[in-house]
């Protein structure tokens, strides 16, 4: 059984921080390619920040320079630092993991408003 795991999402104001965790179980993680996607309201999912095993990292052009993804195999754990929080990150967040397939969580929502 494979599962992933997100929390760390809730309601934060314009140019706030918010730390997302995915602890997942059920695949072999050190080896994995991880990566985070979100899906605003009323659009279609869109990848977000990719990790791979060797720690090389993959932004979207509009999270460049304010999201950093990381992870920690020793806790198979992936975590993305999302900084200077605009409304237009408001969105449902899934976790993602790509061997042998994709694998998703259940998505934690981040809202960003005043």
């Known amino acids: 059984q494979v599962q992933l795991v997100e929390s760390g999402g809730g309601l934060v104001q314009p140019g706030g921080s918010l730390r997302l965790t995915c602890t997942a179980s059920?695949?072999?993680?050190?080896?994995?390619?991880m990566a985070w996607y979100r899906q605003p309201p009323g659009k279609e999912r869109e990848l977000v920040a990719l990790i791979n095993s060797g720690g090389i990292v993959k932004y979207a052009d509009s999270v460049k320079g304010r999201f950093t993804i990381s992870r920690d195999n020793a806790k198979n754990s992936v975590y993305l630092q999302m900084n200077s929080l605009k409304p237009e990150d408001t969105a449902v967040y899934y976790c993602?993991?790509?061997?042998?397939?994709?694998?998703w969580g259940q998505g934690t929502q981040v809202t960003v408003s005043s």
């Open positions: 993602n993991a790509r061997i042998p397939f994709h694998y």
């Open positions: 059920g695949i072999i993680f050190n080896t994995n390619v």
